[in-house]
């Protein structure tokens, strides 16, 4: 799932994965995405030198894990539900909106680097750096919100307002919840 430029990481695959690190690395960066009661349960997949998805472990929540590349802008460690799998799909597609039909999670409590909170395709901006948090993969509007649409160290805003692939970006660890770095 990579997309802007690599964001999803790995199902979308338009980056190449580093071959020569250890699985058990991008296992365990995979992992540090997500709270450790959905990562420990969790399928972990990456992709190869081609651009192949591998599974690099079978899950059975309903959620996948990605290592990203820490060294692509765009490409973080992530976990995600089938609705928000679904929602990268359609973005890299370049579908005119997302089909998913119920709301996505999307966990990079590892964070992550990104070039745009306003332009999903932006790929020459400076990278902007994005502590831990969490997005809501699912149509949201500012205007009926209330919603700051500019980025924040805390707090919630609208990532990408105005576009089709508009979601909530909840900075931050969901409460009570620890990631597998932390136990």
Request: net charge positive.
């Amino acid at each position: 799932m990579r997309l802007m430029i690599c964001f999803f990481g790995v199902l979308l695959a338009s980056c190449s994965a580093d071959d020569t690190e250890p699985v058990q690395a991008r296992i365990a960066r995979a992992m540090s995405a997500g709270p450790s009661e959905i990562a420990k349960s969790a399928r972990i997949v990456d992709t190869d030198s081609q651009g192949k998805t591998i599974v690099l472990r079978e899950g059975n929540n309903g959620f996948t894990c990605m290592p990203g590349n820490p060294k692509i802008i765009g490409d973080p460690a992530m976990c995600s539900d089938a609705a928000s799998m679904q929602w990268a799909a359609d973005f890299k597609a370049h579908k005119p909106k997302p089909t998913n039909t119920v709301p996505g999670i999307t966990y990079m409590l590892a964070g992550a680097t990104q070039r745009s909170d306003s332009d999903p395709y932006d790929k020459t901006s400076p990278p902007i750096t994005v502590p831990p948090h969490w997005m809501i993969m699912w149509p949201f509007d500012p205007k009926a919100t209330g919603l700051p649409v500019t980025h924040r160290s805390t707090g919630a805003y609208i990532m990408w307002a105005g576009s089709p692939y508009a979601h909530l970006h909840i900075m931050g660890r969901p409460q009570g919840t620890a990631t597998t770095r932390e136990q």
